[in-house]
């Protein structure tokens, strides 16, 4: 016997009859939101804001590209150029990626564990609301003095009175320090439910690997914050109240600054990858109808990733002169840390291997997570050897590097999470072919976009730079001035915004349209798709015992349900058609 | 305790699940304020710590049922 679970379509199951809100005083219409505690009703919040900031962040993106499409651009003025390519990096990190993996964290692990609510509810709506009134708060930079101008890292001694007089940097400064609150309420709050709520049975080598994700997400939060909030409070100090902790010829260093940052930064580089590496995590084997491929060695690998993670900050600093023993040091954990990356990348192509894969939307985000993030993944590590790095600082190979960690790995994994979670959030389905047409346009307008960056930088344009001449070699392609690589980028980024406007208009018609979604949609692999789409306030009204992985498909697969042909569906493992006993071994009691 | 639990979840009506609370958005607000103040005067600043003293106490003292 593998799970005891609730039916899923069970009529005279205890969720109808219960009422939608249980105990709770009935606010409704707007005050609801605003005094909502309900870890779905936050993630939701989440989501929404979160992509909201994405559409602000994509508008700068455009028209930072519309500035460098030709030489001698003047789309915009240099000022306005830094301002812009500093907001961008902002809030697509701040206030997207971040809060957009928080609203997955929110809606879906308690579903995944089978816990009513989060440990926290009234935290967790604190979380939201901070995070909220700090994006809010940096964006209002713009109606006081601009918008900040120093880059999203923010290097000393740029940032300091000195050398930006203005408010720009001081909201940048107490507008991450808000959103840092925010994190750490969210962080504290998930530690807490993952490690005390499970559902009985729910054993931490039995948890979905977004759970895991999420865990280790928070794990990382929680150690990472402290360090930029302390480099904040000493720029605070050196900007406010006169200190000299940035700025050198007063006895302070400059390098503080970026060792701080730094030893914040890389870590949130996993904290951006590692949640949409969940969700790609339980797409795959879904749409592969296979469990999970080598399920410990990614949660391992997982976890190999969150402590190595902290040890690999200086390889953004190489350039900086930190000595041969130092550079070794950085150079040689920077390759270690992509050992447990490509671990992860051959357990996802073995679970494809052999399965019966279904080529949705989701399934072809998640494979372009997985090809898209290998290539970023190998720009990475070569900047591991401290040569190459040296001639790569700083150009737009870099910005093509991280873009393809970042939109191809943290975006695709999310917008692959968007369409496969979109029916369990609205009780409605987003519309394939609609789907199809946002996944190509954007993967293909992602290439175009990124891929010839990698051309750029290493025929030497730097990043950030706000134009260029006609005869730097950026250009020019059959004697045509305008015509060059970056034309072509800048193309990519507008077929980028023609899939996301696809999406907007999918995501519009569905919300509109009736509640047609059934449960579990897809043949789901874990919890959540037992629930009710959207599920009740109150999630389950039976607690579920878990006595196996992948626990609702044990469930739907057990001898009894098999044997009344209850349902047909069977798993594939290795190309061969499996039943229960099968499975069971793959997934010991 | 596992009788507790399954007589709790027979009668799904008597679910408990937390109230709504004004206080998490008054307390964010308040923080909020806090910081502003840095810049736009330290008025500001005073009147988000009380806002978030507030909250801070009546979140504490708030009925959860």
């Known amino acids: 016997m593998a799970v005891t679970l609730p039916r899923p379509h069970a009529p005279a199951a205890p969720v109808q009859a219960a009422p939608e809100y249980g105990a709770l005083p009935a606010y409704r219409g707007f005050i609801s939101w605003l005094t909502t505690v309900d870890h779905k009703r936050i993630g939701i919040l989440y989501g929404s804001t979160a992509f909201a900031f994405f559409l602000l962040g994509g508008l700068e993106a455009l028209m930072i590209r519309i500035q460098l499409a030709t030489p001698d651009g003047k789309f915009v003025s240099p000022d306005a150029f830094n301002q812009l390519f500093t907001m961008h990096g902002t809030t697509m990190i701040f206030l997207f990626v971040m809060p957009m993996s928080v609203a997955f964290f929110n809606y879906i692990v308690p579903l995944q564990i089978g816990a009513p609510d989060v440990a926290f509810p009234r935290l967790n709506a604190f979380s939201y609301w901070t995070f909220l009134f700090g994006a809010i708060f940096m964006n209002m930079s713009y109606f006081v003095d601009g918008m900040p101008d120093g880059g999203w890292f923010g290097y000393a001694p740029l940032t300091t009175i000195r050398f930006s007089p203005s408010h720009r940097i001081d909201f940048w400064m107490l507008g991450l320090q808000i959103l840092g609150v925010a994190s750490l309420a969210g962080a504290f709050n998930f530690l807490v439910t993952i490690i005390n709520m499970r559902a009985p049975g729910m054993s931490l080598m039995r948890m979905p690997v977004f759970t895991w994700n999420t865990l280790i997400t928070s794990f990382l939060l929680v150690f990472a914050f402290p360090a930029i909030t302390v480099a904040l409070i000493l720029l605070m100090f050196d900007r406010f109240f006169g200190t000299n902790f940035y700025y050198a010829p007063n006895g302070g260093d400059p390098l503080l600054w970026q060792h701080l940052f730094w030893i914040f930064g890389h870590p949130e580089v996993y904290i951006l990858i590692l949640p949409a590496m969940g969700m790609v995590s339980e797409i795959l084997p879904v749409f592969s109808k296979k469990p999970l491929f080598g399920y410990p060695f990614v949660v391992y690998a997982t976890v190999a990733i969150g402590f190595i993670g902290f040890g690999v900050w200086a390889h953004h600093m190489f350039t900086t002169g930190l000595g041969p023993i130092v550079n070794s040091f950085f150079a040689a954990s920077t390759m270690l840390i992509a050992v447990p990356t490509g671990v992860k990348i051959f357990n996802w192509m073995g679970t494809m291997y052999g399965g019966a894969i279904r080529f949705t939307t989701p399934m072809l985000f998640a494979i372009g997570f997985v090809s898209m993030f290998t290539i970023g993944g190998l720009t990475g590590v070569m900047h591991a050897i401290v040569p190459v790095d040296m001639q790569h600082q700083d150009s737009y190979f870099v910005v093509a590097h991280f873009h393809y960690v970042l939109f191809g790995g943290a975006f695709f994994g999310i917008m692959g999470g968007i369409f496969f979670w979109w029916s369990k959030f609205t009780g409605k389905l987003l519309s394939e072919k609609l789907g199809k047409w946002c996944f190509w346009l954007v993967f293909s307008g992602f290439n175009l976009t990124f891929g010839p960056m990698h051309f750029l930088g290493v025929d030497g344009m730097p990043r950030r730079i706000y134009t260029y001449g006609e005869n730097q070699g950026w250009s020019g392609w059959f004697g045509l001035h305008w015509l060059g690589w970056n034309m072509v980028v800048s193309i990519g980024a507008f077929i980028i915004m023609a899939g996301m406007l696809v999406f907007i208009y999918a995501a519009i018609r569905s919300l509109l349209g009736p509640k047609n979604a059934e449960n579990d949609p897809w043949d789901g692999a874990t919890l959540e798709w037992s629930l009710p789409s959207p599920p009740p306030v109150y999630n389950f009204a039976v607690p579920p015992v878990v006595r196996s992985r992948d626990a609702f498909w044990a469930w739907k697969r057990r001898p009894q349900a098999v044997e009344a042909g209850e349902n047909v569906a069977t798993l594939q493992v290795a190309g061969h058609t499996v039943g229960h006993a099968e499975f069971e071994e793959e997934h010991p009691s | ?65």
């Open chain 2, 1 to 65: 305790m596992a009788q507790e639990r399954n007589a709790y979840y027979a009668n799904p009506s008597s679910f408990h699940m937390p109230n709504p609370s004004f206080f998490p958005i008054i307390a964010a607000f308040g923080l909020t304020c806090l910081a502003a103040g840095m810049i736009f005067g330290y008025a500001l600043s005073v009147a988000g710590f009380i806002y978030l003293v507030v909250a801070i106490g009546g979140w504490a003292m708030e009925s959860t049922s």
